[in-house]
């Protein structure tokens, strides 16, 4: 597999899961600005304990609506590592990653390597795909749940565990 077919395979989009989840978020949005707008416009209501809880869910409601949709318009990113190892260094380097993270399902395939794992009991699983060439590591983590084309939000987990195997790659890179 060369460079550009991995690039290819991981930015493909599934055009009917993103309708859904853009219908999701602008629904979120539409609702949320009606009540708060609803609510505002009433004269004589006292204000209360629960009124004041209920405007709070509701612009929570309104930033998640916007966050998400914020999320699915900028999607994460391929990170690359440039190095000075041959592509076997690079693919031994992908084994390495599998074991310090203690992951399952470990395939690999010429140059692209992918697995998966889960920090704990209660949070999500991740697909980690690793693409080794010559002097070249790329670097993808997807969020899955039940749905194995990935999940909706993880607000940002997947980028941060990304991040995280970049951080320890960049750090076996330089010993």
Do not use: H
């Amino acid at each position: 597999m060369t460079l550009k077919q991995f690039e290819v395979s991981i930015n493909e989009k599934d055009s009917i899961n993103f309708l859904i989840n853009l219908l999701l978020c602008l629904v979120s949005i539409v609702i949320s600005v009606f009540f708060i707008y609803k609510f505002s416009s009433i004269d004589n209501l006292k204000i209360s304990l629960i009124l004041v809880f209920i405007y709070l869910i509701l612009i929570l409601f309104l930033m998640f609506g916007v966050y998400a949709l914020f999320g699915l318009f900028n999607p994460n990113r391929i990170t690359y590592l440039s190095n000075k190892f041959s592509k076997e260094d690079n693919i031994n380097l992908t084994k390495d990653v599998f074991q310090n993270f203690s992951g399952k399902d470990f395939k690999s395939d010429e140059n692209l390597s992918e697995f998966i794992f889960q920090k704990n009991i209660w949070s999500y699983k991740y697909k980690v795909y690793l693409f080794a060439d010559d002097n070249l590591l790329a670097i993808f983590v997807k969020t899955i749940s039940s749905n194995p084309k990935g999940a909706f939000f993880d607000f940002g987990a997947s980028k941060r565990n990304q991040k995280k195997i970049f951080e320890m790659l960049k750090k076996n890179n330089q010993q």
